[in-house]
């Protein structure tokens, strides 16, 4: 059997695949959390929730209306970033004023609540969604055998991180972002509706967590708390890309989705802090970030 | 005719601060209009409360014969007022040709990308870098020329010439006088009193948030003493 660091090559490459997967939706959250950080100054805490709004936006719809997975995957975004608008423009946006501390609060109250809602409704427990029949079944790679669907996330999150960032990096809307970002009182003052920007930040950035959260429906259970169990580690991943940096925040998180990964192989014991212990020596030696630019 | 831009009895606060206090000055179409006074006498903020970016404000703002007071800050360019501000504001994250499309154009009459270029030469050669990678006078004539692109009836410059070589505060001199002949109009702060005297048609002096005087550029030399009074020079 061919080894890899005396690991057999066979695990080696699963746990790398498998890293990929969690990669990806480290990355795609952690990208809507750079985003809405970067031009709102807000570290969005409602971010896990909107995740999980997404996922049972899925299941919800499937219930009751018959929606199948591949309109919730459209749709289950844009109800949840409508959501985040409204949100943001009835009552985040009137706390732009206040200390960053704020936001944060309101974040967190806003997540209590919707996870408390959701729970009170669907129980702690966690619900099946089923992976959509085009979709099932899995493929030998030779070394490991691939469920499709997994393969499927990986592919669609990578393109929908590179389609975000293409936005951001090369449209006008980008360009306004961007400068709005660095001096948001001269944008407007050149004939830009920063106070629109905002909103639909911040309902981009929902509707991301969302798009993640339908995504994640087949994989994971559908639960109340799926949000509150992911978010603390893809804050860790948006900490050690830089606050802020989009390019950071997709690289880091396929990044450190990989390394947890590979923890598993060669000490498994140590694999759900690893990503922590990157945060605190990143934090140490390079406070902004790896991709973040020093203050 | 009816001036252009007509301010009215201009009160501003930051805060607690009371800093103009009744500032009245007109501008007429097609003029070039300098504020001259010390610094802190409130020429930065007057022109910022025109603009709309100090909110805290009592008074008449009348442009193009529409009450400004009530614009929200964003529709100011949308009405013809463009603005440089003194720090020029260029974008770090966007590249000169992205600074240079960044304002939306609001009306027709603006320049076009082709024309800005011919003026400054210097642009389209770093077209590509990163706009503070510009040396500070190319970030002066990237600042002032993204706006002409906008089609704006106003110019509101906010101490153009600050920290920059001679030759640069030529240049910018001579592309004021350009702009000038195409008829824009130009409202802008300055100290350097020798710059000023080239590009004005009028001066408003300006000493503890109101304007003093008001005079045209042919009543300078008459005016010398009182300038030296005022501006401590």
């Known amino acids: 059997m061919t080894m890899i660091f005396g690991i057999p090559l066979q695990a080696f490459l699963g746990q790398l695949l498998i890293g990929l997967i969690n990669g990806s939706f480290y990355a795609l959250l952690s990208l809507g959390l750079a985003v809405i950080f970067g031009l709102l100054r807000v570290i969005n805490f409602a971010h896990g929730a909107q995740y999980m709004l997404g996922a049972f936006a899925a299941m919800l719809m499937l219930e009751y209306f018959g929606i199948n997975y591949w309109v919730a995957l459209i749709l289950g975004p844009i109800v949840v970033g409508l959501f985040g608008a409204i949100i943001e423009r009835t009552m985040l946006s009137r706390l732009y004023d206040l200390d960053p501390l704020y936001g944060l609060l309101f974040t967190f109250g806003l997540a209590l609540t919707i996870e408390g809602t959701f729970r009170y409704l669907y129980g702690a427990a966690g619900q099946p969604y089923s992976v959509p029949t085009q979709l099932a079944g899995g493929t030998n790679l030779g070394f490991m055998f691939l469920p499709i669907y997994r393969g499927w996330v990986v592919v669609v999150s990578l393109v929908a991180c590179i389609g975000t960032w293409l936005l951001i990096e090369k449209t006008k809307l980008g360009a306004y972002l961007r400068a709005a970002t660095e001096n948001p009182v001269l944008v407007q003052a050149f004939g830009v509706n920063v106070p629109v920007l905002l909103t639909l930040t911040y309902g981009l950035g929902a509707a991301l967590a969302a798009f993640a959260g339908v995504l994640a429906a087949p994989i994971y259970q559908v639960s109340p708390l799926m949000g509150s169990n992911i978010i603390i580690v893809v804050f860790a991943v948006v900490v050690v890309g830089g606050m802020g940096s989009i390019m950071g925040a997709i690289v880091t998180g396929y990044m450190l989705g990989i390394a947890e990964g590979l923890t598993k192989v060669f000490y498994p014991e140590a694999s759900n802090i690893v990503i922590f212990v990157i945060m605190a020596i990143v934090l140490l030696l390079r406070p902004a970030g790896l991709f973040g630019r020093d203050a | ?233």
């Open chain 2, 1 to 233: 005719m009816a001036p252009l831009l007509q301010v009215s009895n201009l009160n501003a606060w930051y805060g607690e601060s009371h800093v103009l206090h009744g500032v009245d000055m007109t501008v007429g179409e097609g003029e070039t209009i300098t504020i001259l006074g010390r610094n802190g006498v409130g020429k930065t903020t007057t022109l910022r409360t025109i603009v709309g970016i100090i909110r805290e404000r009592k008074g008449e703002i009348r442009f193009a014969g529409k009450d400004m007071l009530g614009v929200p800050l964003h529709r100011t360019a949308h009405n013809g007022i463009g603005f440089v501000p003194e720090e020029r504001g260029i974008f770090s994250t966007l590249t000169v040709e992205e600074n240079l499309l960044l304002p939306p154009v609001v009306a027709e009459g603006g320049m076009s990308l082709a024309e800005i270029y011919e003026l400054f030469p210097n642009l389209e050669e770093r077209r590509s870098s990163p706009g503070t990678k510009l040396s500070g006078g190319e970030q002066q004539m990237l600042a002032i020329a993204r706006i002409l692109r906008t089609g704006v009836k106003l110019l509101i410059l906010d101490e153009p010439t600050e920290g920059l070589a001679p030759v640069i505060v030529q240049r910018i001199g001579e592309v004021l006088k350009t702009l000038k002949e195409r008829g824009m109009t130009v409202l802008l702060v300055e100290q350097n009193f020798r710059f000023a005297s080239r590009v004005a048609d009028r001066f408003y002096l300006m000493d503890h948030g109101r304007m003093v005087a008001n005079f045209p550029v042919a009543e300078l030399p008459g005016k010398m003493d009182m300038l030296h009074k005022v501006l401590g020079v």
